[in-house]
């Protein structure tokens, strides 16, 4: 089955406490993004990776990392969360053709306190 | 001012109902449109999909694009329970990994039994 899975799908902690939610893709897409979703807001783009070892800022970058060392793989690094980075995170992946279409993980709901 | 404006709702009608869900925007460039459904819990996924301007039927839903006023909307016909779901239309200048998407803020539908 083609899907984008994230882990951990809920996680609470404190600011400070580095923390890594994973995301990887079974279609062999080339492209992958985070997104974080906030009432009001919608969906924000983190960083977006068009390919392996190539990755881009989104709209709002501040505060996190991500890296690119497999097709399959992209994570997404807080080094120092902060309680303005508790959200909805998703991660997504697609071919870059056809439609275009971004397929999404269902979501990773972070807290930080 | 953002660049795609969408109603936030929440939008409560009967079933059987017809629905339209509405957004704005404000870049011209913009050539593909799409609609996404995010049921609670869950990742975004792909509606629909319109290029440029005009109309396009898939079963219950039609999207229409009007290019000249910026304006694109979703009808739903004969609505059911299974709708309720919060929608986000999409927009992008091109299909390439390298043409970013803008998403609406989303508007949240329930569909009364």
């Known amino acids: 089955e083609a899907q984008v899975t994230q882990n951990p799908r809920y996680l609470i902690t404190v600011t400070g406490k580095k923390l890594t939610v994973t995301c990887s893709q079974n279609m062999n897409h080339e492209y992958m993004s985070w997104y974080r979703q906030d009432p009001g807001l919608g969906l924000r783009q983190i960083y977006y990776?068009?390919?392996?070892?190539?990755?881009d800022k989104g709209d709002v970058p501040e505060g996190y990392k991500v890296s690119r060392k497999e097709k399959r793989n992209f994570p997404l690094i807080l080094e120092s969360p902060s309680p303005n980075q508790t959200s909805l995170y998703f991660c997504?992946?697609?071919?870059?053709?056809?439609?275009?279409?971004?397929?999404f993980g269902e979501g990773s709901r972070l807290t930080v306190l | 001012q953002k660049e795609v404006e969408q109603d936030p709702g929440p939008l409560s009608v009967p079933e059987g109902a017809i629905v339209s869900l509405n957004c704005t925007y404000s870049?011209?460039?913009?050539?593909?449109f799409m609609w996404y459904r995010q049921y609670s819990r869950k990742g975004p996924e792909l509606l629909m999909y319109?290029?440029?301007?005009g109309n396009k039927e898939d079963g219950r839903f039609t999207a229409q694009v009007d290019k000249s006023s910026k304006y694109i909307s979703l009808f739903i016909r004969d609505s059911q329970p299974s709708d309720s779901a919060t929608y986000l239309c999409?927009?992008?200048?091109?299909?390439?990994?390298?043409?970013?998407?803008?998403f609406g803020s989303g508007t949240r539908l329930s569909i009364r039994p």
């Open positions: 870049n011209s460039a913009f050539q593909y």
């Open positions: 319109t290029y440029s301007s």
């Open positions: 999409a927009m992008t200048g091109g299909i390439s990994s390298a043409s970013k998407i803008i």
């Open positions: 990776s068009m390919n392996v070892e190539v990755t």
């Open positions: 997504a992946s697609s071919s870059g053709r056809d439609t275009g279409e971004l397929f």
